[in-house]
């Protein structure tokens, strides 16, 4: 640790240094750095192995959800969506089974952590369609998701962006397996391949924003192709709406004002 009498009060770190301040005077000293090396052999630093492991297990988590609904979620997500996703499956790994850095990550049995996730969180789902209904369905094999809702005011329902004419409901589906610690590979890996990071979509017709829509909505995202399904794999079903500006004929997206979050999980 040096004193630092230039005539420059500088706080901080640059190039290596840390500047700061204590009891009137300024200081400088080196940054401290820990070797690759010996963060991953120094006994001392354990919990920080056990720590990466784990990380390095939520990453691959998160990766397979985000891979579920990646046909959709350029449309609805925000840039954060894989750090708060990431973070949701940091949060389960405490229940897992296992020693620590080997936990489990046991989607299944944690399904409702994931109940009511925003993929934009400055863009509720919520806010941005309210219409009564029950909410989508999954039927006992786990192969098919329902989603039906009676007629309803687009006026009353649903919050409209600027410039939007029309807009679409979709139900999207998809699957992601617990994950294990693999001993040979020294990694995270899914305890069952198939079905894992895959779902579909399934959209509306367009509707016209501006009084009843007219008839219920009925939407069904077919699964069939991927049964069976192993006990420690999760179908998560999420409501999404999407907007639309209608020119000349044509419907165009919106670039931004959609919204989904997961509404069910089994």
Same mark, same amino acid.
């Given at each position: 640790?040096?004193?630092?009498?230039?005539?420059?009060?500088?706080?901080?770190?640059?190039?290596? =240094?840390?500047?700061?301040?204590?009891?009137?005077?300024?200081?400088? $000293?080196?940054?401290?750095?820990?070797?690759?090396?010996?963060?991953?052999?120094?006994?001392?630093?354990?919990?920080?192995?056990?720590?990466?492991?784990?990380?390095?297990?939520?990453?691959?988590?998160? $990766?397979?959800?985000?891979?579920?609904?990646?046909?959709?979620?350029?449309?609805?997500?925000?840039?954060?969506?894989?750090?708060?996703?990431?973070? $949701?499956?940091?949060?389960?790994?405490?229940?897992?089974?296992? =020693?620590?850095?080997?936990?489990?990550?046991?989607?299944?049995?944690?399904?409702?952590?994931?109940?009511? =996730?925003?993929?934009?969180?400055? $863009?509720?789902?919520?806010?941005?369609?309210?219409?009564?209904?029950?909410?989508?369905?999954?039927?006992?094999?786990?192969?098919?998701?329902?989603?039906?809702?009676?007629?309803?005011?687009?006026?009353?329902?649903?919050?409209?962006?600027?410039?939007?004419?029309?807009?679409? =409901?979709?139900?999207?589906?998809?699957?992601?397996?617990?994950?294990?610690?693999?001993?040979?590979?020294?990694?995270?890996?899914?305890?069952?391949?198939?079905?894992?990071?895959?779902?579909?979509?399934?959209?509306?017709?367009?509707?016209?924003?501006?009084?009843?829509?007219?008839?219920?909505?009925?939407?069904?995202?077919?699964?069939?192709?991927?049964?069976?399904?192993?006990?420690?794999?999760?179908?998560?079903?999420?409501?999404?709406?999407?907007?639309?500006?209608?020119?000349?004929?044509?419907?165009?997206?919106?670039?931004?004002?959609?919204?989904?979050?997961?509404?069910?999980?089994?």
């Amino acid at each position: 640790m040096a004193k630092n009498n230039s005539f420059i009060r500088l706080e901080g770190t640059l190039d290596g =240094l840390t500047f700061y301040r204590k009891n009137g005077e300024s200081f400088v $000293k080196t940054k401290n750095r820990v070797s690759r090396n010996r963060i991953m052999n120094d006994p001392e630093y354990i919990r920080t192995r056990e720590n990466m492991q784990e990380f390095g297990g939520a990453a691959k988590c998160g $990766k397979a959800f985000r891979s579920a609904f990646a046909s959709i979620s350029r449309l609805v997500a925000d840039s954060y969506i894989s750090s708060r996703v990431t973070g $949701k499956f940091r949060g389960i790994v405490g229940n897992g089974v296992g =020693l620590r850095g080997q936990r489990l990550y046991n989607v299944v049995d944690n399904v409702t952590q994931f109940i009511g =996730l925003d993929f934009n969180i400055s $863009k509720p789902f919520d806010a941005n369609f309210n219409a009564p209904s029950d909410g989508p369905v999954i039927n006992a094999s786990r192969d098919s998701v329902t989603w039906d809702i009676p007629d309803f005011n687009t006026d009353t329902y649903v919050n409209i962006p600027a410039g939007a004419t029309h807009f679409k =409901l979709a139900l999207a589906s998809g699957y992601m397996s617990n994950y294990e610690w693999d001993v040979a590979t020294k990694g995270y890996v899914p305890v069952a391949d198939t079905p894992n990071g895959i779902g579909v979509v399934t959209y509306s017709n367009a509707i016209a924003i501006g009084g009843m829509v007219g008839a219920a909505t009925s939407l069904t995202t077919d699964l069939t192709a991927f049964a069976p399904v192993p006990v420690t794999t999760v179908l998560l079903g999420a409501t999404a709406i999407v907007f639309f500006q209608m020119v000349n004929g044509e419907l165009y997206e919106l670039s931004q004002g959609h919204s989904m979050k997961i509404a069910v999980g089994l």
